[in-house]
């Protein structure tokens, strides 16, 4: 009785060890792939900022002249320059990151904004193109979103980011279901209403903190 009793300490204790092993063995793999992680982060975080920096001045020009413009015409040589823009509201700073584009004798072309905001999934990031006196949107280009396959990534494609091409500014936009009637209104991607009202407060937004500064910023080049 007493070898049998021993026999089951013993491999209560060996469990109790496989346990407490197979415990730290997840501890240190967790740590080991946190560090991964952040070091894969750290290295590809700067390169993926300065691809998407390239992928935006590349879609300045069609934001703000159209995708008909040929690549090598003259009118597509636009001069661009970041402008880090911070706008103060009820007490509460935001910076933007504008695209100034102009033409090759220095007249303004117009302004192009990168932005981002909670989607359905994940975070949707866009560059908005405004007129010169951003009075008007010249184009919508979504430059990174993770929203649902088949339904909410449909936000991407040009049939429904035209919609926003020669919107007003002077009011906010809003979305609709089954067809967009008035001039305020963009019709819904089918299924993914969440989606698209996120697309649209994003815009909504960024339009309301930076028409002022850059119409301002406008009539300055122009005195």
């Not at 597509?76 to 004798?105: H, W």
Request: charged letters at 25%; zero cysteines.
């Amino acid at each position: 009785m007493v070898e049998q009793g021993d026999n089951t300490t013993r491999k209560k204790n060996g469990f109790r060890n496989n346990y407490i092993v197979q415990a730290w063995l997840g501890i240190v793999l967790a740590l080991v792939f946190g560090i991964a992680l952040s070091t894969v982060q750290a290295v590809l975080g700067p390169v993926i900022a300065t691809n998407k920096i390239n992928e935006t001045k590349e879609k300045v020009p069609e934001l703000l002249l159209g995708r008909d413009a040929g690549q090598d015409t003259e009118d597509r040589q636009l001069q661009i320059t970041i402008l880090p823009m911070t706008v103060a509201k009820s007490g509460i700073q935001k910076s933007y990151n504008v695209f100034e584009a102009k033409y090759a004798d220095g007249t303004l072309a117009g302004w192009v904004t990168k932005v981002d905001g909670q989607g359905y999934a994940d975070r949707i990031e866009l560059l908005l193109g405004l007129n010169p006196s951003a009075e008007e949107i010249t184009g919508l280009y979504i430059l990174d979103q993770k929203e649902t396959p088949g339904l909410g990534n449909k936000i991407v494609e040009e049939r429904w980011r035209d919609q926003f091409t020669l919107k007003k500014t002077q009011g906010s936009l809003r979305v609709v279901k089954g067809g967009a009637k008035e001039k305020d209104e963009i019709d819904s991607v089918s299924g993914a209403t969440i989606s698209s009202n996120s697309v649209v407060d994003i815009i909504n937004k960024t339009v309301a903190d930076l028409k002022q500064p850059l119409a301002v910023a406008a009539r300055k080049q122009k005195d």
